[in-house]
């Protein structure tokens, strides 16, 4: 395991990203929104992704430096295209869309396509708590057919993340940010990579049999190799039974087909699409009754006596919060291979050794 100071950490992978093609500035957001995914605990969707969005920018699957295209606008409603731009780019003018039309309307909803991967979802509800605003993220990721329906055992599915970000006076918001599969991708990801292991029957195989062995989902790897899900025949499973399953199939008919991105299937170009809505709440409750109701509430929620074994009840976001704190003092833990496979990619475009010892220092 290694650890990296997070500034250095930001400025290594911003020159990674400089090196292929972003300006200095798209460089440095995705880098910051990687680093911050490390930050917040969610390592699955952190720099760990760096080798692969180096590949895909490669292949053309991904293109610097894009601009939304606006393709429906009304006063509270846009329709934007991404253009296959890095997500850490795309995603966040699409959001201040919404913010600024809910702003002036007080409710808008805005349908992001054809956006690279956005990565944690959490990032664009907390855009908008920042703001004063609730948002609701429908997402899915087309190209990406991943997870098996309740009561299947073929792949159907991507793994479809749900958001909602509601703001508190002087407090964090709330976020609730979850894949609607048991694990994200990218958890299975970090486990192959020697990370954290999967929970109990995280995934299915063609056989219907439960396990929580990557190679059910990446096929057979070397340890530094790449992961490939299209080599592997399992599944991961959907959350939750028929509910988590029902909610991934919402993700994906609001997010892939509403937004014209497309439902996942196969044998297509890897996107995001996501359907936001987005609410101001001193429109709907000018007496800001919301406030002081949701202090309220959140106490007596977790105000109850824990289960065993259970220090104290949390809020969605309290985990993130503390994860981020320590991180942000103590630097980003990352497994051996993890850091060799960005070394490497730093490496192919052609970020000097200065930089990459700097790195760890
Ligand atoms: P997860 O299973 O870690 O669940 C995270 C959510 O549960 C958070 O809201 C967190 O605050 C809450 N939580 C966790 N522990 C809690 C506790 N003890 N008490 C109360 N609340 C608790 O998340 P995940 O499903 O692994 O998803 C990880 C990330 O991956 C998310 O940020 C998601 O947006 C992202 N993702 C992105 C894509 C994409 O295509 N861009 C796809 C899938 C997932």
Known sequence: MVTIQVPNLINFVADIFNHSDS???????????????????HDSHGVIRVPVYIRWKKMGSLVPDQTVELVVDTPSLAVVDGKFGYGQTVAPQAVKIGIEK??????????????????????????????????????????????????????????????????????????LDFATSIVAEG???????????????????????????PSVLYGPYEVEGPRDHSKGKGAIRAFGEH???????????LGGALTGTGATGPNRRFANGMFAVYVDPKVVDPANFFDGEISRYVSY?????????????????????????????????????????????????????????????
Request: aromatic content about 4%.
């Open 102 to 175: 809910c702003k002036k309307a007080g409710l808008a909803a805005v349908a992001l396509r054809n956006a690279g991967h956005i990565g944690r979802v959490g990032d664009w509800a907390e855009m908008a708590a920042a703001e004063g605003l609730v948002s609701i993220h429908f997402v899915n990721a087309a190209g990406s057919v991943l997870v098996a329906p309740f009561g299947g055992v073929e792949r159907r599915l991507s793994t479809a993340p749900y958001c909602v970000g509601i703001p508190r006076q002087g407090q964090a918001p709330v976020v």
């Open 23 to 41: 300006s200095a500035e798209e460089a440095r957001r995705i880098a910051s929104y990687l680093t911050t995914a490390n930050l917040t605990g």
């Open 187 to 213: 958890k299975v990801l970090v486990a192959s990579r020697g990370g954290k292991k999967l929970p109990k029957g995280a995934l299915i195989n063609l056989d219907g049999e439960l396990s929580e062995d």
């Open 301 to 361: 929620f977790k105000d109850t006596k824990p289960a065993a074994g259970v220090d104290r009840v949390l809020i969605p976001g309290e985990p993130e919060a503390a994860m981020r704190a320590d991180r942000t003092q103590n630097g980003v833990p990352l497994p051996d291979d993890t850091w060799a496979a960005i070394v490497n990619t730093a490496r192919e475009v052609g970020v000097s050794e200065v930089s990459i010892q700097r790195a760890t220092q």
């Open 243 to 253: 509910k988590g399953s029902g909610l991934a199939l919402i993700c994906e008919l």
